[in-house]
């Protein structure tokens, strides 16, 4: 079975634990959970001011590549205010954790 990607977005005060369990439910849900504060916050420094650049165009890349944005959380921030801004731009399903769960219950996961 083919999963679709979906692009974890959270604020940047969730911490590490709660985006592995917001990933871990996104792949519950059928989909493969793209969240760069996890994957490529391990390599790179991010108090560097050219990794940190270098951050944000891996993160506007991946979010470009998924079909799916998914708020995880309850809190929002400028980080995901922009990354929301950025996949309606570019015509991305924007949607909750919470929406795509309900989505998924009643049979009618999001098509991407």
């Known amino acids: 079975m083919k999963r679709p990607w979906a692009f974890i977005c959270a604020s940047e005060d969730a911490s590490s634990r709660a985006l592995s369990q917001y990933c871990r439910r996104v792949y519950e849900l059928g989909y493969v959970p793209v969240c760069p504060r996890l994957q ?3 390599y790179l420094v991010l108090d560097d001011p050219a990794e940190r650049s270098s951050y944000n165009a891996i993160v506007r890349d991946k979010l ?13 921030d400028a980080t995901t205010t922009a990354q929301i801004g950025l996949a309606q731009k570019y015509s991305r399903i924007v949607t909750t954790l919470e929406g795509l ?4 219950q009643s049979g009618h996961p999001l098509a991407c």
């Open 64 to 76: 470009l590549r998924c079909p799916m944005l998914v708020l995880c959380g309850k809190e929002t």
């Open 40 to 42: 490529d916050g391990q």
């Open 101 to 104: 769960t309900k989505a998924v």
